[in-house]
C-alpha cells in the first residue's frame, strides 16, 4: 500500500497494535431489524441510512447504522464516527478512539483513487492525525510527535491535494516543526491551498508575501491576501485580523488604497465560504 510504502508503515500511526473497530465499539449488527437497517444491507447502505439518521438527529440509530458500515470498512463510515468521538457529537468524547477511527481510515484506505467518493474523508482523515501527532492526546500513549505530524500533512498535501494539509503543511514549513525551516516550501503549499480558497493559507500567503518571506517582498498582494483572508475569516481565528491590521499600520498609503480595491474586487468575484 502507498501509505506504507512512503511512510514506512502501519507502526507508524504509534499505536503499537491498531484496535479493529469492533473491539472500539460496541457490536450492533443485532439491532439492525426491519425498523432499522435490512440486515443484509451493503457498507454503502449502511452509511447512507446512518448519515440520513444523524442528519434527521437520531444519533442512537445512525451510531448503529455507521459501526455496521465501518466493521464492514466503509471509509466514510469509520471517519464519521472518528469525527463523532472527537468532537463528542452522539458518542463521549474521546480522542484516543477517535485517533483509532482515522488511523483505520488511514491504513486501509491511503491508496484510494484522489478523486474517488472517499477521498475526502481519507484526506481529512490524514489531516486529523497530523493535528493529533502535532499536539498529542494528553494522558495516553501519543505524544507529541512533529516528525510524524509532518508527514500525515505532507501525504494528504500531495497525494490527495487537501487544502487544509497543504496550510498545515506550509505552517509546520514555516515555523520549523518537524524539521529545518523553510520559508520557499512554506510559500509553496500556502499557495496550492489559497489558490483553492483556504482562509489560512490566504492569511499565511499574504503574510509572507508582505514580509518578503520565501518569496519576493510584495506588499500590497500580500495586503491584499491579509485582507480577504481577514473578511472571509471567523471569530476563531483572531490570528489572521491581528496579522492584516499589522501589515496595514506598516503599509503606505497608496499600498494601502490599491490593496483594498484588490481585496473588494477578489470578494466580488468570489465571495465568502459557505456557512
Not at 514506512?8 to 443485532?30: D, H, M, N
Not at 499600520?249 to 488604497?257: F, I, M, Q, V
Request: with cysteine; charged share 25%; proline share 4%.
Amino acid at each position: 500500500m502507498r501509505i506504507r510504502d512512503a511512510l514506512g508503515g502501519l507502526a507508524l500511526f504509534g499505536l503499537g497494535v491498531l484496535c479493529a473497530t469492533s473491539a472500539i465499539l460496541p457490536r450492533v449488527a443485532f439491532a439492525l431489524d426491519a425498523k432499522t437497517l435490512d440486515k443484509n444491507a451493503t457498507p454503502l447502505e449502511a452509511f447512507r441510512f446512518g448519515f440520513n439518521a444523524y442528519k434527521q438527529g437520531d444519533k442512537t440509530v445512525a451510531v448503529e447504522a455507521l459501526t455496521y458500515a465501518a466493521e464492514k470498512g466503509h471509509a466514510g463510515a469509520q471517519w464519521k464516527l472518528g469525527r463523532m468521538y472527537a468532537e463528542g457529537d452522539g458518542l463521549a468524547k474521546d480522542d484516543v478512539k477517535a485517533f483509532e477511527m482515522f488511523s483505520e481510515v488511514a491504513d486501509a484506505h491511503a491508496d484510494d483513487n484522489p478523486n474517488g467518493s472517499s477521498a475526502r474523508f481519507v484526506s481529512n482523515a490524514f489531516v486529523a492525525l497530523g493535528l493529533y501527532y502535532r499536539d498529542g492526546i494528553p494522558n495516553s500513549t501519543v505524544k507529541p510527535d512533529f516528525n510524524r505530524s509532518r508527514q500525515m500533512f505532507a501525504y494528504a498535501a500531495s497525494y490527495f491535494g487537501d487544502s487544509d494539509a497543504q496550510l498545515n503543511l506550509a505552517r509546520m514549513y514555516y515555523e520549523g516543526q518537524g524539521g529545518e525551516r523553510d520559508p520557499k516550501q512554506a510559500v509553496r503549499w500556502a499557495k496550492l491551498a489559497a489558490n483553492k480558497g483556504n482562509v489560512g493559507a490566504q492569511a499565511l500567503l499574504g503574510h509572507m508575501l508582505f514580509e518578503g518571506e520565501g518569496v519576493s517582498r510584495e506588499p500590497v498582494l500580500g495586503l491584499m491576501f491579509l485582507t480577504v483572508a481577514r473578511d472571509r475569516s471567523d471569530a476563531d481565528d483572531p490570528w489572521i485580523q491581528d496579522m492584516q491590521e499589522q501589515a496595514f499600520s506598516l503599509a503606505t498609503e497608496t499600498e494601502r488604497r490599491t490593496a483594498l480595491a484588490l481585496a473588494d474586487d477578489w470578494l466580488n468575484k468570489n465571495g465568502k465560504p459557505n456557512p
